[in-house]
């Protein structure tokens, strides 16, 4: 249908031929001279005949506005829209749009509707709402090239409202929905991967440096007993050396027969005092048996150094034995 009659600019409010015209600013005065196109008029002071001549049309040279009435449309997923627009025009040729169609803004206004659906019947919903811009691109593009015969350029073309069936806009806010959840869903399982993960390489590097830590102690604990035998060791070796050179002077045989007598007391009074039970040799309270067993041995492991001095052993031998003989006697019978 037609949007209506023609606009006042097109057939009424023509201006009168006095001779003298002053034309406005951004238009085009089309002058007919008997009944035939003649020129026209800038903006500014024109001269014309009287009764000759006749102003035709007016033409505006500004950018004009014109509503697209909403229509009806099918996607290429069969749904129905409704939809409207806005259209952006400029006369750019007074001559073409007087004379080239009958009533450009109804020309162009029903193309940019044919080219409307034609153009959202290659496009499916969601589409149609992605590619807006592209759209309104393809539909400038379709409309220049059949206005450019009427003088007319379309500047741009925007989609005010896109309508869709209420059922349709049910399915799409329960895919929107769905949408939002399978996002959330997955997105809270990266989160708790992610946390997993975490978790997991947070226990590896504790059980990493734990176990360095753990070496380290060992390492540590192990050099320090090292170090510790060592001391120990000297220590040994210094006391050895001090009790050899002890006993290699005057009456130092003596002198140990003495401390292993004391050291045999001291151990045998404390026997019983730990356990009820106790284990002892039928020779126990035979001091200078004990003592000379203990003797004994120190003579065989010392034996070796005395073979370079046989001459001098027996002398050693007796001395050795007849002082601590002497000593223990007199330890038993202050005991007893």
């Known amino acids: 249908a037609r949007l209506g009659p023609a606009p006042s600019r097109w057939n009424s409010g023509l201006p009168m031929n006095i001779g003298v015209l002053f034309v406005p600013q951004q238009e085009a005065w089309v002058v007919e001279r008997m009944g035939k196109f003649h020129r026209i008029l800038e903006p500014g002071l024109n001269f014309l005949i009287p009764l000759l001549d006749r102003i035709r049309y007016v033409q505006s040279l ?3 506005v014109i509503n697209v009435p ?9 749904v129905t829209l409704q939809i409207d627009g806005v259209l952006y025009l400029r006369v750019m040729d007074p001559y073409k749009a007087s ?6 803004e ?5 193309l ?4 409307m659906r034609s153009e959202l019947g290659k496009l499916s919903l969601d589409r149609v709402f992605r590619e807006r811009e592209s759209l309104n691109a393809s539909i400038v593009d379709a409309i220049n090239q059949a206005s450019d015969c009427w003088g007319i350029r379309c500047l741009r073309y925007e989609i005010k409202d896109i309508h869709v069936p209420p059922r349709v806009k049910e399915s799409m806010q329960m895919q929107v929905e769905a949408e939002r959840r399978k996002r959330a869903t997955v997105l809270e399982s990266e989160g708790t991967r992610e946390s997993a993960i975490n978790v997991a390489e947070g226990q590896k590097q504790a059980q990493i440096l734990a176990s360095e830590a753990e070496k380290a102690e060992q390492i540590n604990k192990a050099a320090g007993e090292a170090n510790a035998m060592l001391v120990k060791a000297r220590a040994k070796a210094e006391a050895i050396q001090l009790l050899a050179a002890a006993l290699a002077q005057q009456h130092g045989n003596a002198a ?3 401390s292993v007598a004391e050291q045999y007391v001291n151990a045998f009074s404390k026997i019983a005092k730990d356990s009820n039970t106790v284990l002892l040799p039928a020779n126990t309270g035979d001091v200078t048996n004990m003592v000379a067993q203990a003797l004994g041995i120190y003579t065989t492991l010392t034996k070796p150094q005395a073979v370079k001095t046989q001459d001098e052993m027996p002398s050693a031998h007796e001395d050795s034995h007849s002082p601590a003989t002497e000593v223990l006697k007199a330890e038993q019978g202050s005991s007893s």
């Open 112 to 115: 940019a509707q044919t080219t």
């Open 99 to 104: 004379y080239g169609v009958e009533d450009p």
């Open 62 to 64: 500004k950018e004009i």
């Open 256 to 258: 140990a027969s003495l």
């Open 70 to 78: 909403e229509q009806s449309a099918v996607t290429l997923d069969n």
């Open 106 to 110: 109804y020309a162009v206004t029903q």
